[in-house]
């Protein structure tokens, strides 16, 4: 008892100690303002659900509440399990192929709602729904109207543009059986060096207030009118509350310092709107307020948005969000629900947390009551939107019009927003518009590249691994442009290297960040590093060719040296499938008249100094290049001088790549024993490296500082090897001490082939024991016999990998 007591003091004097500075975490719900939905309470449809929850057995309940993803779940486990809700992650597609038909989208819904109503043993029928990242568009299909990412359309300011975007998605996601969007993303996003910026609409709260309430009226439909959440809607889902875009130093995941005040002010801004449009469901963050995760803030959860700001609907959580609120594991966490968490977002450990929940509310940990609260919002939910009697996905108001999907009228929509999203920065000497009669050079990899310009959640999780083909009637920037200057006349050139035969009369240089999601786009600094663009910019200026530069990117970067370098300067932001929108504005008539004036607005200020990563309007010392709000047009006759272009001392990023075509720094790469390491050609000059063992020996890649691998961790990434086996294996190979033989022993050889195991199937990387937060070796690759392999990428990426090798 005694030493408890002692303890616990000391606890206490620890915290107090550390925490004197900060402000109390203490919320006040007086101080929140109270928001009445639009949406009226209906008492049918309580009394209906009342009386549904009073045949409900438990074990139907707690299928309710349990969201696993569809790779990871059968339509016969929905049947037993009762299960009310599947979602598809960014990269899960129906039967995990990549290149799933909307067909294969909705025969897959077909199946999943069947087994939710087939309950002829006397059970209750619920219909389930699926989540979907349709995050600008329906951005998981092929073929499907991909808009610009959020952050373009902030730019627009054009709430009714946004209302119709929304309705657009939703009768695309309609076609495939899909009822649940996870969008839009409401944060305010107040560090670009976060990788979810472009996800944000601006770093303006009031005006993610405005174009949140219009995106969720287009998904859902006109509140109070007839056709909310009809057969052409889906329900929206706001997320993730509260404050993601406020973490420190940008980390997503990361942990919120802001006072009550700032998050009432500037991050519940997008759910007030949303909630003004009667917002059905809404996702919570994997990040932190003060220290601990939202997934377990139940003042938040449930005293503030449930309770003052009056939301009636679903409550969804994260990605195993409620396996990072302290105590609680993936597969168990009472805290979480008990906060107000009403589905568990579960992708893989479904199983294990439906059974615990079970046991926690029979145990009374988790309260019958809360139970009975969360099922009835679900409930609630899917009666309003009229699921129990509206069939089967495909027998549905849009089932299967798979001529629905990247119409013309849905293309022109999006190349509409593109036109509106993209901000003039500098327009020296009128170099824009391009006469139409002109001769123009297009080049930069951005050019003719439609993933490039579609950027995170595009196809695949991280928007990676895509080519032109797999986007069916999109358009390139390039096309555009080639398109709109041949019809007048002109003459268009691409070029992969900017080299050209015949001079051209100016050159647009598409270039800029490539597609990242979530964490793999978090940035140290927001310094744009593109040497091979800005050497590109050099030498066409060199050759006396007018520049222009189209800059993609997920957020506004420190580019002084690429504005220097450019006659004219378009932020384009990440503009999705209908690249000719560009052109739209680029490209004047015949003339040189401009067919479409520019009209973005920046949404978020533009950096003047490489450090300034926290950059808003409004904060003290304010000083951008380009203020909020700024942006050109063809009126404005501004110079812009040439700009300093001194970093200030700012360290470059560290990206998720160890080694392609050479080790990244800061890793460093070594071999020792009895190995040979030579440099090699491979796709890229001097792309790879041969290793050779003729004995016992290893090659690591390491680095002199610990480096925190827990996010990459805690993410399920893979270390990822691209490589070409030589020489089969002699004795055991070990990589990072995992035994790695037999899936050497399978490559062919002379094939390149990729290696990939999770990094939670390591037991630890030297010099970190299981700690993936100091990891210094993360690549060592051992054996002690012959060996012979190339190598020419090593990095942390997603796989379709489960197990461990080995096990
Ligand atoms: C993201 C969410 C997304 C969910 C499902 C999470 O990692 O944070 O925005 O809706 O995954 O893909
Ligand atoms: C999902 C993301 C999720 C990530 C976590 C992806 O496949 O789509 O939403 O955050 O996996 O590992």
Sequence with gaps: MMLIRVVASAVVLLFVTVDSTARPSVINPENWPQVESPVRRDPAIEKRVTELLARMTLEEKIGQVIQPSIINVTPADVKNYHLGSILNGGGGWPGDVRKATPADWLNLADAFFDASMDHADGGVAIPVIWGSDAVHGHSNIVGATLFPQNIGLGATRNPALLRRIGEVTAVEMRTTGIDWDFSPVVAVARDDRWGRTYESYSEDPELVRELARKMVEGLQGPPRAKGFLGGDRVIAAAKHFLGDGGTEEGKDQGDNLSSEAALRDIHAAGYIGALQAGVQSIMVSLSSWRGEKMHGQK???????????????????????????????????????????????????????????????????????????????????????????????????????????????????????????????????????????????????????????????????????????????????????????????????????????????????????????????????IVYEGEDDLALLRRLRKAGIPTVSLFLSGRPMWVNPFLNESDAFVAAWLPGTEGDGVADVLVGDGEGKPRHDFRGKLAFSWPKLATQVVLNHGQTKYDPLFPFGFGLTYKDAKTLAALPVDTGGVQLSRPGILFSGGVVAPWKLAASGAVTMKTVDTDVQEGGRSVDWTGAGEVTIRNEQPVDLTRESNDDLSLVIDLMMRKAPAAPVLLNGVDITSMLRVLPLGEWKTVSVRLRCFEGFEGAGTKMSRVRVPVRLATSGQLGLTFSRVRFARTAQTGCPGS
């Design 299 to 525: 003042t938040l959860l449930t005293d503030i948005l449930k309770k003052r700001l009056g939301f009636d609907g679903i409550l969804v959580g994260d990605w195993n969000g409620h396996g990072q609120v302290s105590g609680c594991s993936n597969a168990s966490c009472a805290k979480a629900f008990n906060a107000g968490i009403d589905i568990f977002m579960v992708p893989e450990d479904w199983k294990a947390l439906y059974d615990n929940t079970l046991a926690q509310v029979r145990s009374g940990e988790i309260p019958q009551k809360r139970l009975d609260d969360a099922v009835r919002r679900i409930l609630r939910v899917k009666m309003r939107a009229g699921l129990f009697e509206a069939g089967k996905p495909s027998a549905r108001p849009l089932g299967g019009q798979f001529a629905r999907i990247g119409t013309r009228e849905h293309r022109d929509v999006a190349r509409q927003a593109v036109r509106e999203s993209i901000v003039l920065l500098k327009n020296n000497n009128a170099t824009l518009p391009i006469a139409g009669g002109k001769h123009v050079l297009v080049t930069g990899d951005g050019a003719d590249n439609i993933g490039k310009q579609s950027g995170g959640w595009t196809l695949t999780w991280q928007g990676d691994g895509n080519t032109n083909a797999d986007f069916p009637g999109g358009t390139s920037i390039w096309a555009g442009i080639r398109s709109a200057i041949e019809s007048a006349g002109g003459r268009a050139t691409l070029s992969a290297d900017g080299s050209f035969t015949e001079k051209p009369d100016v050159a647009v240089i598409v270039f800029g960040e490539s597609p990242y999601a979530e964490f793999q786009g978090d940035r140290k600094t």
